[in-house]
């Protein structure tokens, strides 16, 4: 909407101790009834409603100096008096700051970070118009070394424009797009490098030994990877990976031209390192993820999220496709861009086979089901949740695989599931046209049938089913012509609970019980705390010694305490279910399945 006057923001780090930004919004032409501020209630890409207005501590609203009554219409709206035509209306409001994630905000006197959902008042019935925002310095008692860090373009020709690196004042073309640059702001590590011609940059916040050089060269070759799938030009002008570097901590969250990440200080590489440790495969393969996701919803939405709706929940049943076939595709990226071995990556691939093989809730819930209820299942998860819900991250890309191999060996190679990311992207991301509800079952068909013999019609029933329903993925079957062998055993070759363990707990504490084992046989609970097995002593780190030195078939007395109550439990324990999958190259497979793997994995 050029030609009517911007909405303009402010935002200032003003008590970094205790955590507070104070943000103004100013509109030059107020609704003549009395103006409506809206906050977004959850942030795409993370599907849960967040009520990021319970962190609005103080709001004000004022017109030339003078006080403007403020009404509050419900959990997350306001509603200024009317003012005189020809005036502008201020709000003025301070936000607490204090979640550690890549979903929100946080502030402390060492750095800042912001997402523009958490902090940026929508202003009803002005949600094309553009935005100007002048980003704030702390105090100068904090820092004067701060710099900041984000796509957000700088406003170029306005009075105080930022510049590069620089507090001063940003713009956008409307507020869908102010809310998806997420900030950094502070004394962060910059580094930049190129992909397929795009300036890429990452900035790490916090302590780290990281060897940047080594970081930006393996990226370099996942990004121009990814870039080459979809084919020239990128979508980004540039990209920027902003990490938070934690010693614990593990989150991504896409936006339309960076992402933010939480990440371990172990994951990251150090000088001198050697190989790629399964630390630093997880964080490359979290940046590929969320790089992906630059064109997989970012820009190929479904049409439920064409535009998204932030004040409510916005139902899909295809969150399988736009988060598990991107959970395929980010360690693939690893693998084929030659940043790890082929034997890295079938590692990898049998973890994610085993984490769906180890969820009971597989057979109950289709992921097309996981999709659709990720605001009230996937995104809060409680002790029953391995026995009631399948993660469309991890069988979404199970799906993507045995689609890939299968288009693959159906055509002898000629046609792949990146060729339907690429009509994907042609169809729906270069338009801006939303994917239906069905839309990608049609475009598997189309592509499956470039490869001839009917496959593919035969391919788009098989997703349908596939997405639809519960039946484990004949994976085996389907690895077979690529000269892959999968193989499925027990964990251990010990005999089992049933049960698993709280993590980073020194007692035995019963996280989850999985239906129909032993523990819930014997009428053990979540939340339960093992305190000794026929007479002795359990810990965190000793049950799984005490369970090896048995036999399935054996019963034992088990002692816990469930709240303060010490009960006890006669259990029998069972045999190790069949979960953990194990991926290796087959000896000397025929020339048909070596060409049939190079095409896939590369090498």
């Given at each position: 909407?050029?030609?009517?006057p911007p909405v303009r923001y402010t935002i200032a780090p003003i008590r970094p101790a205790s955590h507070l930004f104070e943000v103004t919004c100013t509109v030059s032409d107020p609704a003549p009834g009395g103006q409506v501020f809206r906050l977004p209630a959850w942030i795409p890409g993370s599907y849960m409603i967040r009520e990021f207005a319970r962190n609005i501590v103080t709001l004000r609203a004022e017109c030339e100096g003078r006080a403007v009554v403020v009404d509050k219409l419900d959990k997350h709206t306001w509603r200024a008096a009317r003012v005189a035509p020809g005036r502008a209306l201020t709000l003025v409001y301070d936000v607490y700051a204090w979640d550690l994630s890549v979903r929100a905000a946080h502030l402390d006197p060492t750095h800042g970070f912001f997402n523009g959902t958490s902090m940026f008042l929508a202003v009803e019935?002005?949600?094309?118009?553009?935005?100007?925002?002048?980003?704030?310095?702390?105090?100068?008692?904090?820092?004067?070394?701060?710099?900041?860090?984000?796509?957000?373009?700088?406003?170029?020709?306005?009075?105080?424009?930022?510049?590069?690196?620089?507090?001063?004042?940003?713009?956008?073309?409307?507020?869908?797009?102010?809310?998806?640059?997420?900030?950094?702001?502070?004394?962060?590590?910059?580094?930049?490098?190129?992909?397929?011609?795009?300036?890429?940059?990452?900035?790490?916040?916090?302590?780290?030994?990281?060897?940047?050089?080594?970081?930006?060269?393996?990226?370099?070759?996942?990004?121009?990877?990814?870039?080459?799938?979809?084919?020239?030009?990128?979508?980004?002008?540039?990209?920027?990976?902003?990490?938070?570097?934690?010693?614990?901590?593990?989150?991504?969250?896409?936006?339309?031209?960076?992402?933010?990440?939480?990440?371990?200080?172990?994951?990251?590489?150090?000088?001198?390192?050697?190989?790629?440790?399964?630390?630093?495969?997880?964080?490359?393969?979290?940046?590929?993820?969320?790089?992906?996701?630059?064109?997989?919803?970012?820009?190929?939405?479904?049409?439920?999220?064409?535009?998204?709706?932030?004040?409510?929940?916005?139902?899909?049943?295809?969150?399988?496709?736009?988060?598990?076939?991107?959970?395929?595709?980010?360690?693939?990226?690893?693998?084929?861009?030659?940043?790890?071995?082929?034997?890295?990556?079938?590692?990898?691939?049998?973890?994610?086979?085993?984490?769906?093989?180890?969820?009971?809730?597989?057979?109950?819930?289709?992921?097309?089901?996981?999709?659709?209820?990720?605001?009230?299942?996937?995104?809060?998860?409680?002790?029953?949740?391995?026995?009631?819900?399948?993660?469309?991250?991890?069988?979404?890309?199970?799906?993507?695989?045995?689609?890939?191999?299968?288009?693959?060996?159906?055509?002898?190679?000629?046609?792949?599931?990146?060729?339907?990311?690429?009509?994907?992207?042609?169809?729906?991301?270069?338009?801006?046209?939303?994917?239906?509800?069905?839309?990608?079952?049609?475009?598997?068909?189309?592509?499956?049938?470039?490869?001839?013999?009917?496959?593919?019609?035969?391919?788009?029933?098989?997703?349908?089913?596939?997405?639809?329903?519960?039946?484990?993925?004949?994976?085996?079957?389907?690895?077979?012509?690529?000269?892959?062998?999968?193989?499925?055993?027990?964990?251990?070759?010990?005999?089992?609970?049933?049960?698993?363990?709280?993590?980073?707990?020194?007692?035995?504490?019963?996280?989850?019980?999985?239906?129909?084992?032993?523990?819930?046989?014997?009428?053990?609970?979540?939340?339960?705390?093992?305190?000794?097995?026929?007479?002795?002593?359990?810990?965190?780190?000793?049950?799984?010694?005490?369970?090896?030195?048995?036999?399935?078939?054996?019963?034992?007395?088990?002692?816990?305490?469930?709240?303060?109550?010490?009960?006890?439990?006669?259990?029998?324990?069972?045999?190790?279910?069949?979960?953990?999958?194990?991926?290796?190259?087959?000896?000397?497979?025929?020339?048909?399945?070596?060409?049939?793997?190079?095409?896939?994995?590369?090498?």
């Amino acid at each position: 909407m050029t030609g009517l006057p911007p909405v303009r923001y402010t935002i200032a780090p003003i008590r970094p101790a205790s955590h507070l930004f104070e943000v103004t919004c100013t509109v030059s032409d107020p609704a003549p009834g009395g103006q409506v501020f809206r906050l977004p209630a959850w942030i795409p890409g993370s599907y849960m409603i967040r009520e990021f207005a319970r962190n609005i501590v103080t709001l004000r609203a004022e017109c030339e100096g003078r006080a403007v009554v403020v009404d509050k219409l419900d959990k997350h709206t306001w509603r200024a008096a009317r003012v005189a035509p020809g005036r502008a209306l201020t709000l003025v409001y301070d936000v607490y700051a204090w979640d550690l994630s890549v979903r929100a905000a946080h502030l402390d006197p060492t750095h800042g970070f912001f997402n523009g959902t958490s902090m940026f008042l929508a202003v009803e019935g002005h949600a094309e118009r553009r935005c100007l925002v002048e980003i704030l310095p702390p105090p100068p008692t904090t820092s004067r070394r701060w710099k900041v860090a984000t796509t957000l373009p700088r406003a170029v020709g306005e009075i105080g424009a930022a510049m590069p690196m620089g507090f001063g004042c940003y713009r956008t073309d409307s507020y869908d797009e102010l809310v998806d640059h997420p900030v950094e702001m502070g004394t962060f590590t910059h580094e930049v490098f190129e992909a397929a011609g795009v300036p890429h940059e990452i900035a790490l916040t916090g302590r780290h030994d990281c060897d940047t050089r080594r970081l930006c060269a393996d990226l370099a070759r996942i990004c121009a990877w990814q870039i080459e799938l979809f084919g020239l030009p990128a979508p980004v002008d540039r990209y920027l990976f902003l990490t938070m570097v934690v010693g614990d901590g593990y989150g991504g969250l896409e936006h339309r031209a960076s992402t933010a990440l939480l990440a371990s200080r172990n994951d990251l590489p150090y000088p001198g390192m050697n190989g790629v440790p399964d630390g630093y495969k997880t964080f490359l393969g979290l940046c590929s993820h969320e790089y992906f996701h630059t064109w997989n919803v970012k820009r190929i939405r479904p049409a439920a999220f064409t535009p998204y709706d932030l004040q409510s929940e916005n139902y899909t049943r295809l969150l399988w496709a736009f988060e598990g076939f991107t959970s395929y595709y980010d360690d693939l990226a690893l693998v084929r861009s030659g940043v790890i071995p082929i034997e890295d990556y079938l590692g990898l691939l049998g973890k994610t086979v085993s984490n769906v093989l180890r969820g009971g809730g597989r057979l109950k819930q289709s992921v097309a089901e996981s999709s659709f209820d990720a605001w009230i299942k996937y995104y809060r998860q409680d002790e029953n949740a391995p026995n009631a819900i399948v993660s469309y991250y991890a069988k979404g890309a199970l799906i993507a695989l045995a689609l890939d191999l299968q288009l693959r060996a159906a055509s002898a190679g000629s046609v792949s599931l990146d060729d339907v990311m690429r009509l994907l992207w042609q169809r729906h991301g270069r338009t801006g046209v939303g994917v239906e509800e069905d839309g990608l079952f049609a475009l598997v068909e189309e592509v499956g049938e470039r490869g001839g013999k009917g496959a593919g019609r035969r391919l788009a029933r098989w997703l349908a089913k596939a997405v639809h329903g519960t039946e484990d993925l004949p994976l085996a079957r389907l690895l077979k012509p690529f000269g892959v062998a999968c193989e499925v055993e027990g964990a251990s070759k010990g005999p089992t609970l049933g049960a698993k363990l709280a993590p980073n707990s020194g007692e035995a504490k019963l996280a989850s019980v999985y239906d129909d084992g032993p523990a819930q046989a014997a009428g053990l609970s979540a939340g339960d705390v093992l305190v000794a097995m026929d007479g002795l002593k359990v810990t965190g780190s000793s049950l799984e010694a005490q369970l090896a030195r048995r036999k399935a078939g054996e019963r034992v007395e088990i002692h816990a305490f469930r709240r303060d109550e010490l009960m006890s439990f006669d259990v029998e324990l069972a045999a190790a279910p069949a979960d953990t999958a194990k991926l290796t190259l087959a000896a000397k497979p025929p020339a048909a399945a070596l060409a049939l793997r190079k095409g896939w994995l590369g090498g």
